[in-house]
C-alpha cells in the first residue's frame, strides 16, 4: 500500500472544507483504532490456537489487519495536519480516545468466542470496505480497495469455522451457542452511524449503512442455517459506546500492554 501521501488527493471540496476535513479524520482514526484492537487481540491466540493450521490463519489475519491500521492511521495524520505519526496515534492516546466499537477489545475467551466475534465484525468490515472502494475521496478508495481482498478471506475463514462448530460435536456447538448468546449484542453498535458518520453519509463520502444491512443479513441467516444454528433474538439492550469513546474495562487492559514499550523508551524507533 502505497503511502497516502503518493495517492490521489482528497476532492478538492474536502480539501477546503476544515469541517469535512475533521470529519474525515474523525472516521478514519475510528476504522485504524477498530483494526488495531482487533489485530492485538487476535495475536494473543499466536502460539495457543487449537491446532498449528489455525494458529497461522489467525495470525495471517492480524497481520492484514495491523497493515490496512497502519495505511488508515497514515492517512488521518495527513488529515489532521498536526504533526502526528502512525505511532503517535497508536501509542500515545489514552482508552477515552479510542474509537473502536465494543465488540473488537472482548477478550479472545474460547476459541469459538473468538470465532463469533470475528464473524460478526468479518460480516461489516468487509461489506463496509467493497462499499468505500467507490468513495469519492481517493485515499480512503485505495486503501478499501487493497484491504477488501483481505477481508473476503477473513469472512470466508470465520463463516466456515462457524458452520464447523454448529454443525460439528455437541461441545463444539454448546460453545457456539454461548458464544453467540454473549456476543450478539455487541454486533449493532457496528451499523449504528455515528454524528460524524452521518454527516459523511450524507454527503456521499461513506456508506449508508442501511444499504449495507440486507447483504449483511443475507449473509448471517445463510451461514446460520448451514451451521444450523437458530439466529439470535435480537439482544433488547444492544451495546453501544465505543466509538463514543466508551469503553468496557478490557481495552484499558489492552493498550496497557500494547503501548508499553512506546510509553515505557518515548520516541523509541527499530
Known amino acids: 500500500m502505497d503511502h497516502p501521501a503518493d495517492l490521489q488527493p482528497a476532492p478538492a471540496a474536502i480539501a477546503h472544507a476544515p469541517t469535512v476535513r475533521q ?16 489485530g492485538h487481540r487476535l495475536s494473543e491466540w499466536c502460539g495457543h490456537g ?10 495471517n489475519i492480524a497481520l492484514d489487519l495491523l497493515g490496512e491500521t497502519r495505511s488508515l492511521y497514515q492517512y488521518a495524520a495527513e488529515l489532521e495536519g498536526q504533526g502526528r505519526t502512525e505511532d503517535d496515534l497508536a501509542y500515545l492516546r489514552p482508552a477515552t480516545a479510542y474509537r473502536n466499537p465494543l465488540l473488537v477489545e472482548q477478550p479472545n475467551g474460547d476459541f469459538a ?21 467507490t468513495s469519492p ?13 483481505e477481508a473476503a478471506y477473513h ?5 466456515e469455522w462457524i458452520i464447523r462448530l454448529g454443525d460439528g460435536t455437541a461441545e463444539s456447538r454448546q ?27 450524507d454527503l456521499g463520502l461513506v456508506p449508508d449503512y442501511r444499504g449495507m444491512k440486507p447483504a449483511m443479513d443475507a449473509h448471517t441467516a ?22 463514543a469513546g466508551q469503553h468496557s474495562e478490557h481495552l484499558g487492559y489492552l493498550l496497557a500492554e500494547l503501548q508499553y514499550m512506546q510509553r515505557t523508551y518515548p520516541g523509541l524507533t527499530w
Open 175 to 201: 460453545r457456539l451457542d454461548k458464544a453467540l448468546a454473549t456476543l450478539w449484542r455487541y454486533a449493532a453498535e457496528l451499523t449504528m452511524p455515528t454524528a460524524t458518520e452521518a454527516a459523511l453519509q
Open 23 to 38: 470529519q474525515l479524520f474523525e472516521f478514519v482514526l475510528q476504522l485504524a483504532d477498530t483494526s488495531l484492537v482487533l
Open 155 to 159: 469472512l470466508k475463514w470465520s463463516s
Open 137 to 149: 475521496d481517493a485515499p480512503l478508495a485505495a486503501i478499501a480497495e487493497k484491504s477488501v481482498k
Open 50 to 59: 487449537p491446532v498449528l493450521e489455525q494458529d497461522l490463519a489467525m495470525a
Open 222 to 243: 445463510r451461514v446460520l442455517a448451514e451451521a444450523t444454528v437458530p439466529a439470535p433474538q435480537i439482544a433488547p439492550f444492544a451495546q453501544k459506546g465505543g466509538k
Open 113 to 133: 468466542h473468538t470465532v463469533v466475534r470475528q464473524f460478526l465484525f468479518d460480516n461489516f468490515h468487509y461489506h463496509l470496505l467493497l462499499a468505500l472502494k
